[in-house]
Protein backbone atom coordinates (compact mmCIF):
# COMPACT_ATOMS: atom_id res chain seq x y z
CA UNK A 1 0.00 0.00 0.00
CA UNK A 2 2.91 2.51 1.05
CA UNK A 3 4.35 1.30 -2.36
CA UNK A 4 1.00 2.90 -3.98
CA UNK A 5 1.15 6.10 -2.01
CA UNK A 6 5.06 6.94 -3.51
CA UNK A 7 4.06 5.89 -6.60
CA UNK A 8 1.10 7.88 -6.95
CA UNK A 9 3.04 10.70 -5.05
CA UNK A 10 6.00 10.32 -7.70
CA UNK A 11 3.83 10.40 -11.08
CA UNK A 12 2.31 13.22 -9.78
CA UNK A 13 5.86 15.19 -9.27
CA UNK A 14 6.89 13.94 -12.81
CA UNK A 15 3.76 15.46 -14.11
CA UNK A 16 4.22 18.68 -12.09
CA UNK A 17 7.52 18.71 -12.92
CA UNK A 18 7.33 18.16 -16.71
CA UNK A 19 4.23 20.45 -17.04
CA UNK A 20 6.45 22.95 -16.01
CA UNK A 21 9.29 22.48 -17.89
CA UNK A 22 6.56 21.83 -20.85
CA UNK A 23 5.53 25.11 -20.52
CA UNK A 24 8.65 27.04 -19.84
CA UNK A 25 10.12 25.51 -22.75
CA UNK A 26 7.11 27.22 -25.12
CA UNK A 27 8.07 30.24 -23.69
CA UNK A 28 11.32 30.05 -24.53
CA UNK A 29 10.42 29.27 -28.04
CA UNK A 30 9.04 32.38 -28.24
CA UNK A 31 12.04 34.16 -27.53
CA UNK A 32 14.03 31.73 -29.97
CA UNK A 33 11.85 32.44 -32.52
CA UNK A 34 12.05 36.26 -32.18
CA UNK A 35 16.03 36.19 -32.07
CA UNK A 36 16.18 33.84 -35.01
CA UNK A 37 14.22 36.73 -36.88
CA UNK A 38 16.29 39.31 -35.53
CA UNK A 39 19.54 37.49 -36.48
CA UNK A 40 18.38 36.73 -39.85
CA UNK A 41 16.75 40.12 -40.82
CA UNK A 42 19.91 41.60 -39.75
CA UNK A 43 22.74 38.92 -41.64
CA UNK A 44 20.57 39.30 -45.06
CA UNK A 45 20.44 43.33 -44.58
CA UNK A 46 23.43 43.53 -43.86
CA UNK A 47 24.82 42.46 -47.12
CA UNK A 48 24.23 45.30 -48.89
CA UNK A 49 26.92 47.23 -46.57
CA UNK A 50 29.55 44.34 -46.95
CA UNK A 51 28.98 42.46 -49.86
CA UNK A 52 28.01 45.21 -51.88
CA UNK A 53 29.78 47.97 -50.50
CA UNK A 54 27.00 50.87 -50.10
CA UNK A 55 27.45 52.96 -46.92
CA UNK A 56 24.67 53.18 -44.80
CA UNK A 57 24.43 56.93 -44.92
CA UNK A 58 23.91 55.90 -49.25
CA UNK A 59 21.61 53.17 -48.43
CA UNK A 60 19.47 56.25 -45.81
CA UNK A 61 19.40 59.13 -47.98
CA UNK A 62 20.24 58.09 -51.96
CA UNK A 63 17.74 59.19 -54.12
CA UNK A 64 18.21 56.52 -56.95
CA UNK A 65 17.33 53.22 -56.78
CA UNK A 66 18.81 51.08 -59.36
CA UNK A 67 20.70 47.81 -57.75
CA UNK A 68 22.18 45.03 -59.98
CA UNK A 69 19.73 42.21 -60.95
CA UNK A 70 22.41 39.83 -61.63
CA UNK A 71 24.94 38.00 -60.44
CA UNK A 72 28.37 39.69 -61.33
CA UNK A 73 27.06 42.76 -62.71
CA UNK A 74 28.46 46.06 -61.13
CA UNK A 75 26.93 47.81 -57.99
CA UNK A 76 23.93 50.37 -59.27
CA UNK A 77 23.38 52.69 -57.11
CA UNK A 78 21.28 52.03 -53.86
CA UNK A 79 19.63 54.97 -52.05
CA UNK A 80 16.46 53.80 -50.55
CA UNK A 81 15.32 57.64 -49.21
CA UNK A 82 12.15 57.22 -51.83
CA UNK A 83 10.86 54.47 -49.93
CA UNK A 84 11.32 55.81 -46.86
CA UNK A 85 9.34 59.19 -47.89
CA UNK A 86 7.02 57.20 -49.60
CA UNK A 87 6.59 54.90 -46.62
CA UNK A 88 6.45 58.12 -44.14
CA UNK A 89 4.39 60.44 -46.36
CA UNK A 90 1.06 57.62 -46.63
CA UNK A 91 1.61 56.65 -42.93
CA UNK A 92 1.55 59.88 -42.23
CA UNK A 93 -1.25 61.00 -44.57
CA UNK A 94 -3.48 58.28 -43.11
CA UNK A 95 -2.78 59.38 -39.39
CA UNK A 96 -3.59 63.11 -40.23
CA UNK A 97 -7.08 62.09 -42.17
CA UNK A 98 -7.32 58.66 -39.41
CA UNK A 99 -6.99 60.52 -35.81
CA UNK A 100 -9.77 63.20 -35.61
CA UNK A 101 -12.64 60.37 -36.79
CA UNK A 102 -10.89 57.95 -34.50
CA UNK A 103 -10.71 60.06 -31.12
CA UNK A 104 -14.19 61.73 -31.72
CA UNK A 105 -15.65 57.87 -32.52
CA UNK A 106 -13.80 57.12 -29.07
CA UNK A 107 -15.55 60.21 -27.11
CA UNK A 108 -18.93 59.00 -28.83
CA UNK A 109 -18.33 55.55 -27.14
CA UNK A 110 -17.66 56.66 -23.68
CA UNK A 111 -19.25 59.58 -23.34
CA UNK A 112 -22.14 60.48 -25.51
CA UNK A 113 -23.68 57.09 -26.13
CA UNK A 114 -22.25 53.99 -24.47
CA UNK A 115 -25.48 51.99 -25.34
CA UNK A 116 -25.32 52.39 -29.10
CA UNK A 117 -21.66 52.35 -28.87
CA UNK A 118 -21.36 49.06 -27.31
CA UNK A 119 -24.15 48.06 -29.49
CA UNK A 120 -23.03 48.85 -32.83
CA UNK A 121 -19.69 50.94 -33.11
CA UNK A 122 -17.28 47.81 -31.14
CA UNK A 123 -19.37 45.65 -33.71
CA UNK A 124 -18.15 47.55 -36.51
CA UNK A 125 -14.93 48.05 -35.14
CA UNK A 126 -14.19 44.17 -34.84
CA UNK A 127 -15.79 43.85 -38.57
CA UNK A 128 -13.62 46.43 -39.43
CA UNK A 129 -10.22 44.92 -38.25
CA UNK A 130 -11.41 41.44 -39.41
CA UNK A 131 -11.20 42.76 -42.70
CA UNK A 132 -8.68 41.21 -44.98
CA UNK A 133 -6.05 44.08 -46.00
CA UNK A 134 -6.63 42.91 -49.83
CA UNK A 135 -10.01 43.32 -49.53
CA UNK A 136 -9.48 46.70 -48.56
CA UNK A 137 -6.55 47.25 -51.26
CA UNK A 138 -9.44 45.70 -53.49
CA UNK A 139 -12.21 48.38 -52.95
CA UNK A 140 -9.43 50.59 -53.28
CA UNK A 141 -8.79 50.03 -56.52
CA UNK A 142 -12.41 49.33 -57.72
CA UNK A 143 -13.72 52.23 -56.24
CA UNK A 144 -11.55 54.91 -54.16
CA UNK A 145 -9.30 55.38 -57.54
CA UNK A 146 -11.41 55.69 -60.30
CA UNK A 147 -13.92 58.02 -58.20
CA UNK A 148 -10.01 60.16 -57.35
CA UNK A 149 -9.45 59.87 -61.32
CA UNK A 150 -12.40 61.46 -62.28
CA UNK A 151 -12.84 64.18 -59.28
CA UNK A 152 -9.34 64.79 -59.80
CA UNK A 153 -8.67 64.38 -63.32
CA UNK A 154 -5.93 62.09 -62.92
CA UNK A 155 -4.61 60.22 -66.07
CA UNK A 156 -3.33 57.24 -64.89
CA UNK A 157 -6.44 55.26 -62.71
CA UNK A 158 -6.15 57.77 -59.78
CA UNK A 159 -3.24 55.35 -58.17
CA UNK A 160 -1.86 57.73 -55.66
CA UNK A 161 0.23 59.04 -51.98
CA UNK A 162 -3.83 59.98 -51.41
CA UNK A 163 -5.35 56.94 -52.14
CA UNK A 164 -3.03 55.24 -50.37
CA UNK A 165 -3.64 57.41 -47.24
CA UNK A 166 -7.04 57.04 -47.69
CA UNK A 167 -7.04 53.30 -47.61
CA UNK A 168 -4.52 53.21 -44.58
CA UNK A 169 -6.74 55.70 -42.71
CA UNK A 170 -9.57 53.17 -42.90
CA UNK A 171 -7.46 50.49 -41.54
CA UNK A 172 -5.88 52.04 -38.69
CA UNK A 173 -8.95 53.70 -37.81
CA UNK A 174 -9.81 50.82 -35.44
CA UNK A 175 -6.48 50.86 -33.87
CA UNK A 176 -6.63 53.83 -32.92
CA UNK A 177 -10.45 54.40 -31.46
CA UNK A 178 -10.46 50.95 -29.57
CA UNK A 179 -7.07 52.32 -27.41
CA UNK A 180 -8.49 55.68 -27.08
CA UNK A 181 -11.81 55.06 -25.96
CA UNK A 182 -9.89 52.56 -23.25
CA UNK A 183 -8.33 55.22 -22.14
CA UNK A 184 -10.78 57.94 -21.76
CA UNK A 185 -12.87 55.06 -20.23
CA UNK A 186 -9.91 54.96 -17.43
CA UNK A 187 -9.88 58.38 -16.31
CA UNK A 188 -11.13 58.28 -12.95
CA UNK A 189 -14.57 59.45 -12.69
CA UNK A 190 -13.85 61.96 -9.53
CA UNK A 191 -11.98 64.24 -12.62
CA UNK A 192 -15.51 64.20 -14.48
CA UNK A 193 -17.26 65.12 -11.67
CA UNK A 194 -15.22 67.80 -10.45
CA UNK A 195 -15.54 69.49 -13.81
CA UNK A 196 -19.76 69.02 -13.66
CA UNK A 197 -19.31 70.72 -10.11
CA UNK A 198 -17.51 73.55 -11.64
CA UNK A 199 -20.54 73.70 -14.21
CA UNK A 200 -18.92 72.68 -17.40
CA UNK A 201 -20.86 71.66 -20.26
CA UNK A 202 -20.36 68.01 -21.51
CA UNK A 203 -18.24 69.47 -24.28
CA UNK A 204 -16.13 71.84 -21.95
CA UNK A 205 -15.56 68.47 -19.17
CA UNK A 206 -14.62 66.40 -22.38
CA UNK A 207 -12.01 68.30 -24.12
CA UNK A 208 -10.71 70.46 -21.26
CA UNK A 209 -10.72 67.37 -18.62
CA UNK A 210 -11.25 63.58 -20.15
CA UNK A 211 -8.54 64.19 -23.32
CA UNK A 212 -5.71 66.12 -21.37
CA UNK A 213 -6.42 63.06 -18.58
CA UNK A 214 -6.54 60.33 -21.36
CA UNK A 215 -3.46 61.83 -23.83
CA UNK A 216 -0.84 59.64 -23.24
CA UNK A 217 -3.47 56.39 -23.57
CA UNK A 218 -4.38 58.47 -27.12
CA UNK A 219 -0.96 58.68 -28.07
CA UNK A 220 -0.29 55.35 -27.49
CA UNK A 221 -3.49 54.30 -29.93
CA UNK A 222 -1.63 56.97 -32.40
CA UNK A 223 1.92 55.27 -32.52
CA UNK A 224 0.04 51.60 -32.89
CA UNK A 225 -2.00 53.22 -35.53
CA UNK A 226 1.19 54.53 -37.27
CA UNK A 227 3.38 51.73 -36.64
CA UNK A 228 0.25 49.22 -38.70
CA UNK A 229 0.47 51.77 -41.29
CA UNK A 230 3.92 51.65 -41.97
CA UNK A 231 3.90 47.60 -41.62
CA UNK A 232 0.63 47.42 -44.54
CA UNK A 233 2.00 46.08 -47.29
CA UNK A 234 -0.73 44.98 -49.90
CA UNK A 235 -3.25 47.36 -49.84
CA UNK A 236 -1.07 50.05 -49.94
CA UNK A 237 0.84 48.31 -53.16
CA UNK A 238 -2.91 48.07 -54.76
CA UNK A 239 -3.36 51.72 -54.50
CA UNK A 240 -0.17 53.75 -55.17
CA UNK A 241 1.08 52.83 -58.22
CA UNK A 242 4.49 51.78 -57.15
CA UNK A 243 6.74 54.29 -59.30
CA UNK A 244 10.13 54.99 -58.71
CA UNK A 245 10.24 58.71 -57.68
CA UNK A 246 9.71 60.84 -54.47
CA UNK A 247 5.90 61.83 -54.02
CA UNK A 248 5.45 65.51 -55.22
CA UNK A 249 2.40 65.94 -53.81
CA UNK A 250 -0.60 63.88 -52.98
CA UNK A 251 -1.94 63.25 -56.49
CA UNK A 252 1.61 61.51 -57.55
CA UNK A 253 2.41 57.95 -57.22
CA UNK A 254 5.42 56.66 -55.26
CA UNK A 255 6.20 53.21 -53.67
CA UNK A 256 7.12 52.62 -50.05
CA UNK A 257 9.52 50.40 -48.01
CA UNK A 258 6.80 47.70 -48.24
CA UNK A 259 5.63 48.20 -51.27
CA UNK A 260 8.73 47.85 -52.88
CA UNK A 261 9.22 44.43 -51.06
CA UNK A 262 5.92 42.78 -51.91
CA UNK A 263 6.37 43.43 -55.55
CA UNK A 264 9.96 43.45 -55.99
CA UNK A 265 11.47 40.12 -53.72
CA UNK A 266 10.64 37.47 -56.62
CA UNK A 267 12.20 39.42 -59.17
CA UNK A 268 15.99 38.60 -58.96
CA UNK A 269 17.90 35.40 -57.62
CA UNK A 270 18.49 35.36 -54.49
CA UNK A 271 22.23 37.15 -53.10
CA UNK A 272 22.00 39.89 -56.12
CA UNK A 273 22.34 43.27 -55.14
CA UNK A 274 18.25 43.84 -55.72
CA UNK A 275 17.07 41.37 -53.14
CA UNK A 276 19.88 42.07 -50.82
CA UNK A 277 19.02 45.77 -50.85
CA UNK A 278 14.90 44.57 -49.80
CA UNK A 279 16.41 42.85 -47.25
CA UNK A 280 18.06 45.57 -45.98
CA UNK A 281 14.77 47.44 -46.24
CA UNK A 282 12.68 44.39 -43.83
CA UNK A 283 15.88 45.26 -41.66
CA UNK A 284 14.71 49.23 -41.34
CA UNK A 285 11.22 47.72 -40.90
CA UNK A 286 12.11 46.09 -38.15
CA UNK A 287 14.19 48.62 -36.92
CA UNK A 288 11.32 51.06 -36.64
CA UNK A 289 8.77 48.66 -35.09
CA UNK A 290 10.72 48.59 -32.39
CA UNK A 291 11.34 52.08 -32.49
CA UNK A 292 7.53 51.88 -31.96
CA UNK A 293 7.58 49.63 -29.76
CA UNK A 294 9.54 51.37 -27.50
CA UNK A 295 8.03 54.94 -27.81
CA UNK A 296 4.68 52.66 -26.46
CA UNK A 297 6.87 51.48 -23.45
CA UNK A 298 8.45 55.34 -22.85
CA UNK A 299 5.08 56.46 -22.94
CA UNK A 300 3.26 54.10 -20.62
CA UNK A 301 5.97 54.35 -17.93
CA UNK A 302 5.91 57.82 -17.85
CA UNK A 303 2.63 58.24 -17.36
CA UNK A 304 2.89 55.55 -14.07
CA UNK A 305 5.17 58.27 -12.97
CA UNK A 306 2.91 61.39 -13.19
CA UNK B 1 -17.39 92.80 -3.74
CA UNK B 2 -16.08 92.35 -7.18
CA UNK B 3 -18.44 89.46 -7.96
CA UNK B 4 -21.64 91.70 -7.74
CA UNK B 5 -19.80 94.05 -10.77
CA UNK B 6 -20.49 91.21 -13.03
CA UNK B 7 -22.30 92.12 -15.96
CA UNK B 8 -24.60 89.47 -15.85
CA UNK B 9 -25.35 89.41 -19.63
CA UNK B 10 -21.97 88.43 -20.13
CA UNK B 11 -22.28 85.52 -18.28
CA UNK B 12 -25.35 84.34 -19.33
CA UNK B 13 -24.17 85.06 -22.92
CA UNK B 14 -21.20 82.93 -22.36
CA UNK B 15 -23.67 80.00 -20.58
CA UNK B 16 -25.66 80.32 -23.84
CA UNK B 17 -21.88 80.12 -26.36
CA UNK B 18 -21.11 77.37 -24.18
CA UNK B 19 -24.54 75.55 -24.36
CA UNK B 20 -24.97 75.82 -28.14
CA UNK B 21 -20.90 74.60 -28.31
CA UNK B 22 -22.14 71.77 -26.42
CA UNK B 23 -25.06 70.68 -28.65
CA UNK B 24 -22.93 71.32 -31.56
CA UNK B 25 -20.16 69.14 -30.90
CA UNK B 26 -22.77 66.53 -29.42
CA UNK B 27 -24.48 66.79 -32.98
CA UNK B 28 -20.91 66.53 -35.18
CA UNK B 29 -20.14 63.43 -32.68
CA UNK B 30 -23.24 61.72 -33.52
CA UNK B 31 -22.28 62.49 -36.96
CA UNK B 32 -19.28 61.08 -36.97
CA UNK B 33 -20.15 57.67 -35.08
CA UNK B 34 -22.96 57.35 -38.29
CA UNK B 35 -20.28 57.96 -40.99
CA UNK B 36 -18.22 55.45 -39.63
CA UNK B 37 -21.29 52.79 -39.77
CA UNK B 38 -22.22 54.21 -43.22
CA UNK B 39 -19.06 53.18 -44.04
CA UNK B 40 -18.88 49.62 -42.60
CA UNK B 41 -22.10 49.13 -44.20
CA UNK B 42 -20.77 50.76 -47.59
CA UNK B 43 -17.96 48.42 -47.78
CA UNK B 44 -19.31 45.01 -47.13
CA UNK B 45 -22.46 45.77 -49.19
CA UNK B 46 -20.38 46.77 -52.01
CA UNK B 47 -18.10 43.42 -52.07
CA UNK B 48 -20.88 41.41 -51.20
CA UNK B 49 -23.08 42.94 -54.02
CA UNK B 50 -19.89 42.61 -56.80
CA UNK B 51 -19.72 39.30 -55.73
CA UNK B 52 -23.35 38.35 -56.03
CA UNK B 53 -23.22 40.37 -59.81
CA UNK B 54 -20.23 38.35 -60.93
CA UNK B 55 -21.49 34.94 -59.35
CA UNK B 56 -21.42 31.92 -62.21
CA UNK B 57 -21.11 28.82 -60.66
CA UNK B 58 -17.75 28.08 -62.47
CA UNK B 59 -15.88 30.15 -60.16
CA UNK B 60 -16.90 27.43 -57.39
CA UNK B 61 -15.60 25.23 -59.09
CA UNK B 62 -12.40 23.49 -58.45
CA UNK B 63 -10.94 23.83 -62.12
CA UNK B 64 -8.29 26.39 -62.99
CA UNK B 65 -10.62 29.24 -63.52
CA UNK B 66 -12.51 28.43 -59.89
CA UNK B 67 -11.72 29.67 -56.56
CA UNK B 68 -12.54 26.36 -54.60
CA UNK B 69 -9.11 25.00 -55.16
CA UNK B 70 -8.17 28.62 -53.17
CA UNK B 71 -10.91 27.86 -51.14
CA UNK B 72 -9.67 24.39 -49.97
CA UNK B 73 -6.17 25.75 -49.72
CA UNK B 74 -7.24 28.38 -47.35
CA UNK B 75 -9.48 26.36 -44.84
CA UNK B 76 -6.41 23.69 -44.83
CA UNK B 77 -4.02 25.82 -44.34
CA UNK B 78 -5.23 27.60 -41.18
CA UNK B 79 -6.53 24.38 -39.59
CA UNK B 80 -2.60 23.03 -39.69
CA UNK B 81 -1.54 26.62 -38.47
CA UNK B 82 -3.61 26.01 -35.87
CA UNK B 83 -2.56 22.78 -34.83
CA UNK B 84 0.76 24.36 -34.49
CA UNK B 85 0.19 27.64 -32.79
CA UNK B 86 -2.85 26.85 -30.51
CA UNK B 87 -0.85 24.30 -28.32
CA UNK B 88 2.33 26.63 -28.60
CA UNK B 89 0.80 29.84 -28.15
CA UNK B 90 -1.87 28.49 -25.31
CA UNK B 91 1.20 27.01 -23.41
CA UNK B 92 3.01 29.88 -23.55
CA UNK B 93 0.11 32.59 -22.26
CA UNK B 94 -0.74 29.63 -18.98
CA UNK B 95 3.52 30.09 -18.55
CA UNK B 96 2.94 33.86 -18.38
CA UNK B 97 0.20 33.78 -16.25
CA UNK B 98 0.81 30.90 -13.68
CA UNK B 99 4.30 30.40 -13.69
CA UNK B 100 6.19 33.16 -14.89
CA UNK B 101 7.93 35.17 -12.11
CA UNK B 102 8.59 39.16 -12.31
CA UNK B 103 12.34 39.29 -13.92
CA UNK B 104 14.37 39.75 -16.29
CA UNK B 105 13.31 36.35 -18.02
CA UNK B 106 9.80 37.20 -17.78
CA UNK B 107 10.42 40.66 -19.21
CA UNK B 108 12.61 39.08 -21.89
CA UNK B 109 9.24 36.82 -23.15
CA UNK B 110 7.27 39.75 -22.61
CA UNK B 111 9.16 42.24 -25.70
CA UNK B 112 9.35 38.76 -27.32
CA UNK B 113 5.77 38.87 -28.07
CA UNK B 114 5.31 42.23 -27.94
CA UNK B 115 7.63 42.43 -31.27
CA UNK B 116 6.57 39.38 -32.86
CA UNK B 117 2.89 40.96 -32.60
CA UNK B 118 3.83 44.24 -33.68
CA UNK B 119 6.06 43.14 -36.89
CA UNK B 120 4.40 43.87 -40.36
CA UNK B 121 2.79 40.78 -41.74
CA UNK B 122 5.49 41.34 -45.34
CA UNK B 123 8.66 41.50 -42.81
CA UNK B 124 7.48 37.84 -41.00
CA UNK B 125 6.85 36.55 -44.75
CA UNK B 126 9.92 37.28 -45.89
CA UNK B 127 11.87 35.73 -42.10
CA UNK B 128 9.48 32.83 -43.48
CA UNK B 129 10.80 33.14 -47.18
CA UNK B 130 14.31 32.68 -46.37
CA UNK B 131 14.47 29.81 -43.21
CA UNK B 132 11.62 27.81 -44.53
CA UNK B 133 12.02 27.90 -48.22
CA UNK B 134 15.57 29.57 -49.22
CA UNK B 135 17.46 27.95 -46.96
CA UNK B 136 15.75 24.62 -47.46
CA UNK B 137 16.52 24.79 -50.95
CA UNK B 138 12.78 24.40 -51.61
CA UNK B 139 10.27 26.07 -53.85
CA UNK B 140 7.07 27.83 -51.98
CA UNK B 141 5.69 25.65 -50.29
CA UNK B 142 2.17 24.95 -47.72
CA UNK B 143 3.96 23.82 -45.27
CA UNK B 144 6.63 27.41 -44.75
CA UNK B 145 3.19 28.68 -45.16
CA UNK B 146 1.90 27.23 -42.40
CA UNK B 147 4.65 28.25 -40.12
CA UNK B 148 4.70 31.45 -41.30
CA UNK B 149 0.52 31.92 -40.22
CA UNK B 150 1.55 30.15 -36.99
CA UNK B 151 3.97 32.75 -36.02
CA UNK B 152 1.57 35.21 -36.63
CA UNK B 153 -0.92 33.84 -34.47
CA UNK B 154 1.29 32.67 -31.28
CA UNK B 155 1.39 36.32 -30.09
CA UNK B 156 -2.31 36.27 -30.17
CA UNK B 157 -3.11 33.24 -28.57
CA UNK B 158 -0.61 33.74 -26.06
CA UNK B 159 -1.96 37.24 -24.90
CA UNK B 160 -5.53 36.23 -25.27
CA UNK B 161 -4.78 32.81 -22.75
CA UNK B 162 -2.73 34.99 -20.26
CA UNK B 163 -5.42 37.23 -20.04
CA UNK B 164 -8.19 35.00 -19.59
CA UNK B 165 -6.10 33.07 -16.93
CA UNK B 166 -5.30 35.86 -14.81
CA UNK B 167 -9.13 36.86 -14.52
CA UNK B 168 -10.05 33.49 -12.90
CA UNK B 169 -10.61 34.53 -9.20
CA UNK B 170 -7.98 33.37 -6.31
CA UNK B 171 -10.69 31.95 -4.89
CA UNK B 172 -10.69 28.91 -8.05
CA UNK B 173 -7.08 28.14 -7.06
CA UNK B 174 -7.14 28.21 -3.47
CA UNK B 175 -10.07 25.65 -3.72
CA UNK B 176 -8.00 23.42 -5.85
CA UNK B 177 -4.79 24.03 -3.65
CA UNK B 178 -7.29 23.22 -0.68
CA UNK B 179 -8.27 19.60 -1.72
CA UNK B 180 -4.89 18.84 -2.55
CA UNK B 181 -4.27 19.52 -5.85
CA UNK B 182 -1.13 20.46 -7.46
CA UNK B 183 0.27 23.53 -9.65
CA UNK B 184 -0.07 21.24 -13.02
CA UNK B 185 -3.38 19.92 -11.91
CA UNK B 186 -5.23 23.13 -11.21
CA UNK B 187 -3.87 24.36 -14.31
CA UNK B 188 -5.17 21.80 -16.23
CA UNK B 189 -8.20 20.53 -14.25
CA UNK B 190 -9.22 24.32 -13.22
CA UNK B 191 -7.52 26.61 -15.05
CA UNK B 192 -8.18 25.92 -18.60
CA UNK B 193 -11.51 24.68 -18.62
CA UNK B 194 -12.63 27.69 -16.75
CA UNK B 195 -10.93 30.00 -19.27
CA UNK B 196 -11.82 27.69 -22.30
CA UNK B 197 -14.19 29.55 -23.42
CA UNK B 198 -12.54 33.13 -23.72
CA UNK B 199 -9.15 31.02 -25.62
CA UNK B 200 -11.61 29.24 -27.81
CA UNK B 201 -12.95 32.76 -28.86
CA UNK B 202 -8.96 34.41 -29.00
CA UNK B 203 -9.05 30.91 -31.75
CA UNK B 204 -11.69 32.02 -33.54
CA UNK B 205 -10.04 35.42 -34.07
CA UNK B 206 -6.93 34.24 -34.59
CA UNK B 207 -8.32 31.98 -37.68
CA UNK B 208 -10.23 34.94 -38.89
CA UNK B 209 -6.84 36.86 -39.44
CA UNK B 210 -5.09 33.44 -40.82
CA UNK B 211 -7.49 33.61 -43.58
CA UNK B 212 -7.48 37.30 -44.36
CA UNK B 213 -3.68 36.71 -44.74
CA UNK B 214 -1.76 37.34 -47.76
CA UNK B 215 1.29 39.44 -47.29
CA UNK B 216 3.30 36.73 -45.34
CA UNK B 217 1.96 34.22 -47.93
CA UNK B 218 2.84 35.24 -50.97
CA UNK B 219 6.81 34.51 -50.75
CA UNK B 220 5.96 31.31 -48.25
CA UNK B 221 3.67 29.22 -49.86
CA UNK B 222 3.07 30.79 -53.23
CA UNK B 223 0.93 32.48 -55.80
CA UNK B 224 -0.31 29.71 -57.46
CA UNK B 225 -1.91 26.10 -57.11
CA UNK B 226 -1.15 22.78 -59.33
CA UNK B 227 -4.08 20.61 -57.56
CA UNK B 228 -5.83 17.34 -59.23
CA UNK B 229 -8.96 16.99 -57.09
CA UNK B 230 -9.10 13.02 -57.89
CA UNK B 231 -5.52 12.47 -56.03
CA UNK B 232 -6.03 11.92 -52.86
CA UNK B 233 -2.00 10.21 -51.99
CA UNK B 234 -0.91 12.86 -49.79
CA UNK B 235 2.72 11.86 -51.26
CA UNK B 236 2.18 12.99 -54.74
CA UNK B 237 2.93 16.30 -55.60
CA UNK B 238 -0.35 17.37 -57.15
CA UNK B 239 -2.45 16.03 -54.30
CA UNK B 240 -4.47 18.81 -52.51
CA UNK B 241 -3.23 16.86 -49.55
CA UNK B 242 0.58 17.07 -50.38
CA UNK B 243 1.72 20.12 -47.51
CA UNK B 244 4.60 20.95 -49.66
CA UNK B 245 3.41 21.94 -52.97
CA UNK B 246 2.77 25.44 -53.78
CA UNK B 247 -1.06 26.46 -52.63
CA UNK B 248 -2.51 30.09 -53.09
CA UNK B 249 -5.22 31.22 -50.50
CA UNK B 250 -8.23 33.30 -51.38
CA UNK B 251 -6.16 36.52 -50.43
CA UNK B 252 -3.15 35.64 -51.98
CA UNK B 253 -5.12 34.92 -54.91
CA UNK B 254 -6.91 38.43 -54.85
CA UNK B 255 -3.56 40.42 -54.95
CA UNK B 256 -2.34 37.77 -57.88
CA UNK B 257 -5.10 38.66 -59.82
CA UNK B 258 -4.18 42.42 -59.36
CA UNK B 259 -0.50 42.23 -59.80
CA UNK B 260 0.51 39.58 -62.66
CA UNK B 261 -2.73 37.42 -63.33
CA UNK B 262 -3.83 36.96 -67.49
CA UNK B 263 -7.07 35.88 -66.73
CA UNK B 264 -9.43 37.20 -69.01
CA UNK B 265 -12.22 37.38 -65.95
CA UNK B 266 -9.54 38.45 -63.56
CA UNK B 267 -11.94 41.24 -61.73
CA UNK B 268 -15.06 38.82 -61.77
CA UNK B 269 -12.46 36.52 -60.13
CA UNK B 270 -11.33 38.86 -57.66
CA UNK B 271 -14.84 40.52 -56.45
CA UNK B 272 -15.45 36.86 -55.69
CA UNK B 273 -12.79 35.65 -53.18
CA UNK B 274 -13.09 39.47 -51.95
CA UNK B 275 -17.13 38.48 -51.33
CA UNK B 276 -16.60 35.20 -50.28
CA UNK B 277 -13.72 36.55 -47.40
CA UNK B 278 -15.98 39.30 -46.04
CA UNK B 279 -18.49 36.57 -45.52
CA UNK B 280 -16.48 34.42 -43.73
CA UNK B 281 -15.08 37.30 -41.42
CA UNK B 282 -18.83 37.91 -40.72
CA UNK B 283 -19.24 34.24 -39.81
CA UNK B 284 -15.80 34.09 -37.51
CA UNK B 285 -16.97 37.22 -36.23
CA UNK B 286 -20.82 36.02 -35.22
CA UNK B 287 -18.97 33.28 -33.77
CA UNK B 288 -16.36 34.98 -31.53
CA UNK B 289 -19.20 37.09 -30.03
CA UNK B 290 -21.48 33.98 -29.74
CA UNK B 291 -18.73 32.46 -27.42
CA UNK B 292 -18.17 35.53 -25.87
CA UNK B 293 -21.56 35.87 -24.75
CA UNK B 294 -21.93 32.39 -23.78
CA UNK B 295 -18.73 33.01 -21.52
CA UNK B 296 -20.15 35.81 -20.06
CA UNK B 297 -23.51 34.07 -18.95
CA UNK B 298 -21.61 31.69 -17.09
Known amino acids: ?306 | MRTAQFDQSIVQKNNKRRRSQDKTATIALYAVAGLFLLLLAAITLYVIGRGVISFTPKYLSFQKDGLGVELFNTVYMVFLSLVISVPLGVGAGLYMAEYAKSGRLTNIIRTSIETLSSLPSIVLGLFGFLVFVLLEKATWNMFAGILTLSIISIPLLTRVTEDAVREIPNTYREGSYGIGATKWQTITKILLPASMNRITTGVVLAAGRSFGEAAALIYTSGLTSDVDFTNWNPLSHTSPLNIFRTADTLAVRIWYLKTSSILPDKYELADMAAAVLIILVFVFNLTARYLRRRSSLK
Open chain 1, 1 to 306: MFGKVTLLTQSKFFKETLGKSTLTAVGLLIVLVTLAILLFLTWKGLATFTTHNTSIIDFLFGSRWDPAMEFGAENGPAGSAIFIVGSLSVSCLALLISTPFAVACAIFIVEISPRLGNKFLQPAIEIFVGIPSVVYGWVGISVLCPFLASVFNMPFGGESVLAGGIVLAVMIFPTITTVAADAIRNVPQEYTEASYGLGATRWQMITSVRIPAAKSGILTGIILGLSRAFGEALAVSMVIGGRLAFPKGLLSQTSTLTTQIASGMGSAADGTQWTDNLWSMALVLFVISFIFIALIRVIGRKKKED
